[in-house]
């Protein structure tokens, strides 16, 4: 039984199909070598501009699609089906690249968005210090003004694409008595003297998604790479994080539609004392309840990146929905590891996999606790 889905138009569903047949053609082949490499290669970064699945909701003058939210949703939600782990797409296209349009000057903008729509220029950013990522108002990363230079002194660590970016959109105290009104976003060329790339993190799950600590020292850089105005960082991020948790939620929606799929095809060929796995009461009334489960998380989804595409997403709204799709996800994920048996702790299984790459979703984009905070403030 599938949810009618209409918050879809057609030509979203035409790049639906073309992302899907782009993960199956470039992706999945990969796989393995990836997990192997702890990393993408830049050539596939490369086909995937080519094909138009990068930033997607750029304007076309600078090389990007020119769509909107749905197509970024469509792509993601392909990307996930496919149990394609490591490509950071969305975090470049979706999450990244709208600071550069929304805040970037005209300049920034003619610098920085064709080389990272067509996939030849990676972008990643750093809010996350080793002291924590929860409270982003109390990093110690500092940008200190010096003539028409900022310099830069700090660490970050856990960041996405941190090993393959060109450049990175750090998030500095530049007013460090003013709290959260002393942040502001600083692009950081990986090209600057006294940048340096940590170790690669290793970690529980994502084997191929490139997760590293980032260290300034003394890194000077132009005030023309401010994005923005200066010690408005806060609110920016706020701002975004909001599509970014929406995007979270969208993906958990469909990899648990997925799984249940798998999961079900599994139970009915797998035999246990004379039947099928399938056969028992308790496998169809655990499936029932996932169904049900996936049926809330999509109605949800789709209700809110309605709202989206509308521009009436709130705040509150998108951590309501992170919130609800990740702790759903993740109790249907255990239930259903539990009834592929030892196999569903063997990685070569989706349903492995899913459950070491999945959990993260409860943390990252802003912790399970942070989002109960954020949607009691409403209450
Ligand atoms: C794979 C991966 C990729 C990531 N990518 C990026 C990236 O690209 N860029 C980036 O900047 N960061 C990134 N992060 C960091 C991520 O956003 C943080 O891990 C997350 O925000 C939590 O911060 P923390 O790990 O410092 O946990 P802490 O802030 O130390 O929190 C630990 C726990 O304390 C509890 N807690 C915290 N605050 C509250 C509260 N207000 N009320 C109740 N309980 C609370 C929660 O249970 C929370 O999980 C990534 C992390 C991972 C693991």
Redesign the pocket.
């Given at each position: 039984m599938q949810v009618i889905r209409t918050v879809f138009r057609e030509d979203h569903e035409m790049l639906r199909e073309t992302a899907r047949r782009f993960f199956e053609r470039e992706c999945m082949p990969h796989q393995e070598a990836w997990n192997r490499a702890g990393r993408v290669d830049r050539d596939t970064w490369r086909k995937a501009g080519r094909e138009g699945l990068l930033c997607v909701t750029v304007p076309s003058e600078y090389g990007g699609g020119g769509g909107d939210f749905g197509h970024s949703a469509v792509i993601l939600e392909e990307l996930f089906k496919a149990g394609v782990s490591g490509p950071g797409f969305s975090?470049h296209s979706d999450i990244i690249a709208p600071y550069i349009v929304r805040l970037g000057t005209e300049a920034q903008k003619q610098a920085w968005l064709p080389a990272v729509c067509a996939g030849e220029a990676i972008l990643?950013?750093?809010?996350?210090?080793p002291?924590?990522?929860?409270?982003l108002k109390a990093i110690r990363t500092t940008a200190v003004r010096d003539g028409n230079d900022y310099i830069i002194n700090g660490s970050?660590?856990?960041?996405?694409?941190?090993l393959n970016a060109d450049m990175v959109i750090v998030?500095c105290k530049t007013d460090p008595t003013a709290g959260a009104r002393g942040v502001s976003l600083i692009m950081v060329e990986a090209s600057r003297e006294g940048f340096r790339r940590g170790r690669k993190?290793e970690?529980v799950g994502?084997p191929a998604?490139d997760?590293a600590e980032l260290f300034f020292d003394n890194v000077r850089v132009p005030v023309t790479n401010l994005l923005g105005e200066e010690n408005k960082g806060f609110s920016y991020l706020m701002q975004e994080l909001a599509q970014e948790r929406l995007l979270i939620a969208a993906y958990c929606a469909a990899k648990t539609e997925r799984l249940l799929e798998q999961t079900i095809q599994y139970v009915k060929e797998r035999r246990a004392f004379g039947q099928t796995v399938w056969d028992f009461q308790n496998t169809k009334f655990k499936l029932a309840d996932v169904q049900a489960q996936v049926v809330a998380m999509r109605t949800m989804v789709d209700y809110y990146i309605g709202e989206h595409l509308r521009r009436r997403l709130t705040v509150q709204e998108a951590a309501i929905a992170k919130l609800y799709t990740t702790e759903t996800m993740w109790k249907c994920l255990d239930d259903m590891v539990q009834l592929h048996g030892g196999y569903g702790y063997m990685l070569e299984y989706p349903i492995a996999r899913a459950f070491t790459d999945m959990r993260?979703a409860?943390?990252?984009?802003?912790?399970?606790?942070?989002m109960?905070?954020i949607i009691a403030r409403s209450l």
């Open positions: 975090l990643a950013i750093a809010m996350t210090e002291g924590g990522g929860s409270d970050k660590t856990f960041i996405s694409n941190g998030a993190l970690k994502q998604a997760t993260i409860r943390v990252a984009g802003g912790a399970s606790e942070v109960r905070e």
